[in-house]
């Protein structure tokens, strides 16, 4: 049976606590009851996974350090479970930003520090998590998503793009690249062809399943023109080949964002 997001009283908005302060996720529990959501609760990141698989939540509010399963395992666990599912991280634990910066990177939708200085925030950080996407008008940020092994790739590139006024995350992996395309929906991927767990090509082929409005650009060293034929077949925007050159790359993911941006005032 397939349970529709929110699915519960009156189709309410559904959030999973899981922290291993009972109190903490008690006053969560209590605080966002009131504000009209279904809240479920938990201490241990095993028994967070097996509610998962049994309901659908819009929200999964997460402690980092937890015993048994640390939240950035429950995170990428559940995400095998409910892709749609936006995780929020709310931890005392502090590394000079580097966690921060790798979790929203693998699609995190927000890092809130304890102590939380105001439960009002942390509601306003729900709501925009929960909130059905809207059109985007002529200023909003598209989304990137960036898929190398070479990780000093993916950070450079999505440096690039971000002081380019581009919302951008990045994969290392193409399993990794299709779950961030589940959960967070990147109106342009940037696609490398070789890497571990799953090929370029075949993510390819599992994103167009999940997402056909993503523009596909992949990004590959080998210039195989039987295999150019067959990403163009299944419908990739553009293949480049290494050396990566900045400026056709560039204008590449312009001229595509100009399409999508064209396309949506034209809809509306």
Same mark, same amino acid.
């Given at each position: 049976?397939?349970?529709? @997001?929110?699915?519960?009283?009156?189709?309410?908005?559904?959030?999973?606590?899981?922290?291993?302060?009972?109190?903490?996720?008690?006053?969560?529990?209590? @605080?966002?009851?009131?504000?009209?959501?279904?809240?479920?609760?938990?201490?241990?990141? #095993?028994?967070?996974?097996?509610?998962?698989?049994?309901?659908? @939540?819009?929200?999964?509010?997460?402690?980092?350090?937890?015993?048994?399963?640390?939240?950035?395992?429950?995170?990428?666990?559940?995400?095998?479970?409910?892709?749609?599912?936006?995780?929020?991280? /709310?931890?005392?634990?502090?590394? #000079?930003?580097?966690?921060?910066?790798?979790?929203?990177? &693998?699609?995190?939708?927000?890092?809130? &520090?304890?102590?939380?200085?105001?439960?009002?925030?942390?509601?306003?950080?729900?709501?925009?998590?929960?909130?059905?996407?809207?059109?985007?008008?002529?200023?909003?940020?598209?989304?990137?998503?960036?898929?190398?092994?070479?990780?000093? /790739?993916?950070?450079?590139?999505?440096?690039?793009?971000?002081?380019?006024?581009?919302?951008?995350?990045?994969?290392?992996?193409?399993? &990794?690249?299709?779950?961030?395309?589940? #959960?967070?929906?990147?109106?342009?991927?940037?696609?490398?062809?070789?890497?571990?767990?799953?090929?370029?090509?075949?993510?390819?082929?599992? /994103?167009?399943?999940?997402?056909?409005?993503?523009?596909? /650009?992949?990004?590959?060293?080998?210039?195989?023109?039987?295999?150019?034929?067959?990403?163009?077949?299944?419908?990739?925007?553009?293949?480049?080949?290494?050396?990566?050159?900045?400026?056709?790359? &560039?204008?590449?993911?312009?001229?595509?964002?100009?399409?999508?941006?064209?396309?949506?005032?034209?809809?509306?």
């Amino acid at each position: 049976m397939n349970i529709p @997001y929110g699915a519960g009283e009156g189709g309410r908005k559904a959030i999973l606590s899981i922290d291993d302060e009972t109190s903490f996720t008690e006053l969560l529990k209590g @605080y966002f009851e009131l504000r009209g959501y279904r809240v479920d609760v938990t201490n241990d990141g #095993s028994k967070g996974l097996e509610l998962a698989k049994r309901n659908r @939540y819009d929200v999964a509010l997460l402690d980092l350090k937890m015993e048994g399963m640390d939240g950035d395992e429950v995170m990428r666990k559940m995400r095998r479970i409910n892709p749609r599912t936006r995780t929020i991280f /709310i931890t005392a634990y502090n590394d #000079s930003g580097k966690t921060r910066k790798r979790l929203l990177d &693998e699609g995190a939708f927000a890092f809130v &520090e304890k102590p939380i200085s105001s439960l009002k925030d942390l509601e306003e950080t729900v709501r925009r998590a929960v909130e059905p996407p809207t059109k985007k008008g002529a200023d909003a940020m598209l989304k990137i998503l960036v898929v190398d092994d070479e990780i000093d /790739i993916c950070d450079f590139v999505k440096n690039f793009f971000k002081d380019r006024n581009f919302e951008v995350f990045v994969a290392h992996d193409g399993r &990794e690249a299709l779950n961030l395309v589940e #959960s967070r929906r990147p109106d342009i991927v940037l696609l490398d062809v070789k890497m571990p767990v799953m090929d370029g090509m075949q993510a390819l082929r599992e /994103i167009k399943k999940v997402n056909r409005k993503s523009r596909i /650009i992949m990004i590959t060293a080998v210039n195989d023109t039987d295999r150019i034929e067959e990403a163009r077949r299944l419908g990739v925007y553009e293949y480049i080949t290494k050396p990566l050159l900045l400026e056709q790359l &560039e204008r590449t993911v312009l001229t595509v964002a100009e399409e999508i941006k064209m396309e949506e005032t034209e809809g509306e």
